[in-house]
């Protein structure tokens, strides 16, 4: 875990997406080889923060995980915000450690509310949690055309007409 | 000579001078730095509109500098790369006015001339404009034609005098909900009037009319029914024939001669090559901020400090909009699922135009009050929530209940107050001498200070809009003031008088110093007035147009 690199992304952390890249230029790399690892952390994060229930979907049902996926290719999203939310993830698992001796996927609901809330009280991880925390709401409630929001799930559940016109394959953002 | 006039910048003060001059057959050429997008290329779609820097620039690639005062008393300059406060506005074909809502106001004769009618006020620099209101009226009732502007003249006390008996086009069709805030409004004893905006409520001028699809603000309008730079203007000036627009042109100097007139516009191409045009008349509408900034990169040998800057006022008297904010709640089980309907509230207040109030001594200049739902995208409206009133973060099912209430329950309607951002000493554009932008220029630095007479009014008028929300049935309703500047309204930095020492353009919008050269975007303002000034950005650079022709001829 390149704890540096997570603190300089944290403290530049601002209201775009494009601040930090600035900041994290300047440290080494997150090396993303142990990406299928850190899935299964953000898999588990996401249900935590977004759970599934009957009548409104979660994380799950939104393809969060596959949203994030492809954030991370996504060729406008710069790299610092990439490694940002790739440190993050390594820095929870790395509190979990500290505080349980368990990894954050082997705890139980009660236990990873615990590390969450105590990740909370940090300013580094309060700031990355509301990072978290809002691509959730992106992934929620973006269009459908970006990988989330799977069959509009989360506009139906919260009965959200979208505006028209929707955007098309080859008018997504990324590509004008 | 490539062109009669170059004209930089395509929005709100470029686009109607391209306009006029091609259609009474001048060499048109437009520099623009974004690229040229079309109706074609606007979508509802969030992430392009607001959670991506798809129509702005990389703050990375090309940052201001923001200076601010901290409580120790020093200034402080950080690079917007690292803070995220954005200062960038529509970087293509039309600006800024494509992501308008375009709701619009006129200013009042009395916003022309708030020194004689108000007195000076402490450590703010107010002063008359060098023209009338009565001079700008023929071109205020030209935007209502050319641009399309829908609306109902209603009679007021503050009402603007007219040429015209009523707008070009009826008002946009209205929300339900307006019944109850007239009704409000008159057991107040308020004058509530039907809100202009630049918006067509049916198809003509070769533009389709409104969708109604309740996302103006922000988004490019996939029909053309808002009356964009682009829309109303820009592509009927390249249909005359005489004008050519070159986007993602990016003018890095204007070269002045022994003489000091401008002779070429030097700006990097697509590709990054340095190209140049060259032109009997330059005009000059990059947004306040970069029209500041290029003056200031441009020095030539009369110039030293700065194109037309031997005031040294090149930047100075910056300008935002004052004003406050307010909300209240309206839940779909008291007042209907109607509240649902994306039509437009178009309701403005304008009662304390000037506040006459005993607590506040004489009288003094006050504003607008405009209404508003919120905006419908639904990622803003949720990443709201997912901080609770205390600071702490809301995940899990707590969350997913708060959503459901507020997506499900009702709809926030919002106040937004707007009041003169007095022009003060601490307000301006300077170049930075470290940061420099992707093409190695140094970007612009932004002191930003607000006048605390902003901060009083602005609370004051907020503090009225809510009387209206409470009055109406909301629930918790709120209102306040900031002092940090609404960053998509800048204006000043060029102001325009008769006296050469203490302004930079004389009262044709000219500069003093550089007699083929105009600013037309809106830094030629000495005070912003108390109401969104775009309409008058508009009519001043029509009424410009006229000036430059009589000097072309």
Redo the contacts between chains.
């Keep these: 875990m390149d704890r540096r690199q997570f603190l300089i992304g944290i403290s530049a952390l601002g209201f775009t997406l494009t601040p930090i890249s600035a900041f994290l230029s300047k440290a080494s790399p997150v090396k993303e080889t142990n990406l299928s690892q850190q899935v299964s952390s953000f898999r588990a994060l996401f249900e935590h923060l977004l759970p599934s229930e009957q009548e409104a979907p979660g994380a799950h049902e939104i393809n969060a995980i596959g949203y994030l996926q492809w954030v991370l290719k996504d060729p406008k999203v710069n790299n610092a915000y990439r490694l940002f939310l790739l440190a993050g993830i390594q820095n929870l698992d790395e509190v979990s450690f500290k505080q349980t001796r368990k990894h954050f996927i082997e705890l139980s609901h009660d236990a990873r509310e615990k590390v969450l809330r105590a990740l909370e009280t940090t300013t580094e991880g309060y700031r990355w949690l509301k990072e978290i925390l809002e691509f959730l709401m992106e992934a929620l409630l973006g269009d459908p055309i970006y990988g989330g929001n799977t069959g509009e799930a989360g506009w139906k559940w919260l009965q959200h007409v979208p505006g028209f016109p929707r955007p098309l394959p080859n008018k997504r953002y990324f590509l004008l | 000579m490539n062109a009669d006039v170059c004209v930089i910048g395509s929005g709100a003060g470029g686009a109607p001078i391209a306009f006029s001059l091609a259609k009474a057959g001048y060499k048109v050429i437009v520099l623009e730095k974004g ?1 040229w ?1 079309t109706e ?2 606007f ?6 509109s607001s ?4 129509y702005v620039p ?3 690639e090309e940052p201001h500098v923001i200076e601010t005062k901290e409580e120790t008393g020093h200034w402080t300059a950080r ?8 200062f960038w506005n529509g970087n293509c074909v039309g600006g800024a006015t494509n992501f308008m809502s375009g709701s619009f106001y006129r200013l009042k004769p009395i916003d022309f001339r708030v020194l004689s009618t108000f007195g000076p006020i402490d450590d703010a620099n107010v002063t008359d404009w060098p023209i009338a209101y009565e001079d700008l009226e023929p071109y205020y009732a030209l935007v209502e034609r050319e641009i399309g502007i829908s609306g109902k003249v209603v009679s007021h006390p503050y009402a603007e005098p007219r040429s015209t008996e009523n707008f070009p086009y009826p008002p946009t069709q209205e929300h339900p909900i307006n019944q109850t805030i007239d009704k409000a409004c008159t057991a107040l004893g308020f004058k509530v009037f039907s809100t202009p905006r630049a918006i067509l409520p049916f198809s003509t001028m070769g533009r389709e009319g409104c ?1 109604y ?3 103006c603000g922000s ?1 490019g309008c ?1 029909t053309g029914a808002k009356g964009s730079a682009r829309a109303a203007l820009i592509n009927r000036a390249v249909t005359t024939g005489y004008c050519e627009v070159r986007p993602q042109a990016m003018v890095y100097r204007l070269e002045s001669d022994g003489a000091g007139k401008v002779v070429a516009a030097h700006y990097f191409d697509k590709q990054g090559l340095s190209k140049t045009v060259r032109a009997k008349i330059f005009v000059v509408a990059c947004q306040a901020i970069e029209t500041a900034r290029l003056l200031l990169l441009s020095e030539g040998p009369k110039h030293p400090h700065g194109l037309a800057n031997g005031s040294r006022l090149v930047g100075r008297n910056f300008l935002f909009a004052g004003g406050g904010s307010g909300s209240g709640w309206f839940s779909f089980a008291k007042f209907g699922e109607h509240l ?1 309907e994306n039509t437009f509230i178009n309701r403005t207040l304008q009662d304390w135009y000037v506040i006459k109030d005993s607590a506040w001594g004489p009288p003094q200049k006050g504003g607008t009050i405009s209404f508003g739902f919120e905006h ?4 803003a409206r ?2 709201t929530l ?2 609770d009133s205390h600071g ?6 707590p ?2 209940r708060a ?2 209430r507020r ?2 329950k009702g709809r926030f309607m919002e106040i937004e107050a707007f009041c003169d951002w007095l022009p003060h000493d601490h307000c301006y554009v300077t170049l930075d001498k470290q940061v420099k932008d992707k093409w190695g220029l140094p970007v612009a630095k932004i002191r930003v200070a607000f006048h605390p007479r902003n901060l009083q009014v602005g609370w004051y008028l907020a503090s009225r809009g809510a009387e209206v929300l409470k009055k109406m049935g909301a629930e918790d309703v709120v209102s306040f003031a900031v002092g940090s500047p609404p960053t998509n309204l800048m204006a000043g930095g060029c102001r325009f008088g008769k006296n050469p020492h203490t302004s930079v353009l004389d009262p044709d919008c000219r500069a003093h110093e550089v007699p083929n050269l105009f600013v037309t975007d809106g830094s030629f303002m000495p005070t912003g007035g108390s109401a969104p000034y775009t309409w008058t950005i508009y009519a001043n650079a029509f009424r410009v147009a006229e000036h430059i022709k009589t000097q072309l001829d």
């Design positions: 690229p997008l074609q290329d979508y509802k779609d969030e992430l392009a959670r991506r820097r798809t990389n703050l990375k690079p917007t790369y690292g803070s995220g406060w954005d969708s699809s309740g996302y988004y996939a649902r419908p995208a639904p990622i949720a990443t997912v901080e702490k973060l809301r995940w899990g099912k969350l997913k959503l459901e997506f499900l």
